[in-house]
């Protein structure tokens, strides 16, 4: 008997060995997946975008509350203010507050205050955190791991704009607290990820890096 609430898992069982064909497939592309600061102006379909919000929005979230929202912004306009209010940010953190320890890891990338992405890329998704939803009883209360689902939820629109054979970047200027303003955003959401969409520039590049192992970053305890 199925609970009231609940409905039946819809599941089709896969072969062992379409399993490690499918696995390898999905391996291989994700390993060519690459972050760029270098887009084309070329225009995006907004349906593939907002496709690509949708499988964002299929992330497991605490207690299913589904924190986030995502803008998403194509008005060249408002991506040239979010430009210049990031850039103001970017410099005082570039010049003042920025830890040693912290340069000494983005100085291969390359990276600064400019950022062209942020009026090249014909998208710019911002995803914002909820930390706090309306209960029934029409008072507040919180959100429950609302990081780690946001997280998780950044990661499948990630690879869905990918798989899709798009790029994105993952922008996180500090503090965010602007995009809330410019984007009229009430005040329990929170800025979390900036996220430019497009196809990358022709003369596109990225830098020559090299992913850890699996012995790097996995441990298995086995019988």
């Avoid at 911002?126 to 609302?146: C, D």
Wanted: charged share 25%; hydrophobic share 40%; net charge negative.
């Amino acid at each position: 008997m199925v609970d009231k609430g609940f409905v039946s898992l819809v599941w089709e069982e896969i072969s062992s060995d379409n399993m490690r064909n499918r696995s390898d497939s999905l391996l291989e592309e994700m390993k060519r997946r690459r972050t760029t600061r270098h887009f084309s102006q070329r225009s995006v379909p907004k349906p593939l975008i907002e496709q690509a919000i949708l499988c964002g929005g299929t992330a497991p979230s605490g207690a299913h509350l589904q924190p986030w929202t995502f803008v998403a912004i194509s008005s060249q306009e408002l991506k040239q203010k979010i430009r210049e209010a990031a850039e103001i940010e970017e410099r005082k953190t570039y010049q003042e507050r920025m830890p040693d320890a912290w340069k000494e890891v983005l100085e291969p990338l390359g990276t600064d205050a400019v950022k062209k992405h942020l009026t090249d890329a014909p998208w710019v998704i911002i995803l914002f955190r909820h930390s706090k939803r309306m209960r029934a009883n029409g008072e507040w209360g919180p959100t429950y791991y609302s990081n780690e689902s946001c997280g998780i939820a950044a990661g499948m629109f990630i690879h869905a704009i990918h798989h899709m054979g798009l790029v994105t970047l993952t922008h996180t200027p500090s503090p965010m607290g602007f995009l809330r303003d410019i984007l009229d955003r009430p005040e329990h959401e929170h800025a979390m990820l900036v996220l430019p969409v497009g196809y990358p520039a022709e003369d596109a590049m990225v830098p020559d890096l090299q992913r850890k192992s699996l012995d790097e970053i996995a441990v298995f305890f086995e019988e």
